[in-house]
């Protein structure tokens, strides 16, 4: 199961963790919002790319609970959690992303990059990069509204990759996550 908070607001720390903001992560953005455009009404051309820092499952669940009254798991990591996008960190937002190296199936693949499960999780979080870029959130009752979407596109992609999709029920996860 893919757990996103969107617009999760992140207090910076600091983390052994990196920036990818190298050329091919770059040519994935661009691709990924150029595959968001044409599977929905936004626009993207232009849009400015977010910041991408990878986490370890350990970081990403800090991040995740540290402004949360839920309960931490009691391992310190949840397994569900595979990226945050915080819509204040950086420049134009910032994605916080487990390392692609374990992402499931990233083995198979020279460059994890290529991985569409990895791909899949980078495109749930930019499409809350472009939805709160065009304004749309502006017209939600909450910022939990824009999970349905994202994850149902997440599962149009990976049809279309041709690769499994392993989050079970994800028609409803992604009602139970948009639910304000």
Same mark, same amino acid.
Not at 94 to 97: A, N
């Given at each position: 199961m893919l757990l996103c908070a969107l617009f999760h607001q992140l207090q910076r720390k600091d983390h052994n963790s990196s920036f990818l903001l190298g050329p091919e992560m770059e040519l994935l953005i661009t691709t990924l919002l150029s595959w968001i455009e044409m599977h929905t009404s936004y626009r993207t051309q232009g849009l400015p790319h977010p910041e991408v820092v990878v986490l370890s499952h350990k $970081? &990403?669940?800090?991040?995740?609970?540290?402004?949360?009254?839920?309960t931490v798991p009691e391992s310190g990591i949840d397994m569900r959690i595979k990226a945050l996008y915080a819509f204040e960190d950086g420049t134009y937002g910032?994605?916080?992303?487990l390392d692609p190296q374990s992402v499931a199936n990233a083995r198979h693949y020279v460059n994890a990059l290529d991985n569409p499960r990895f791909k899949e999780v980078l495109l749930h $979080? &930019?499409?809350h990069h472009v939805q709160w870029h065009s304004k749309v959130v502006e017209k939600w009752q909450c910022s939990n509204e824009g999970e349905l979407e994202a994850y149902l596109?997440?599962?149009m992609y990976l049809n279309q990759q041709h690769t499994h999709d392993t989050m079970t029920n994800r028609i409803f996860w992604a009602n139970s996550y948009s639910h304000c």
């Open positions: $970081e &990403l669940t800090e991040e995740y609970y540290q402004n949360t009254d839920a910032t994605i916080y992303i $979080e &930019l499409v596109l997440g599962a």
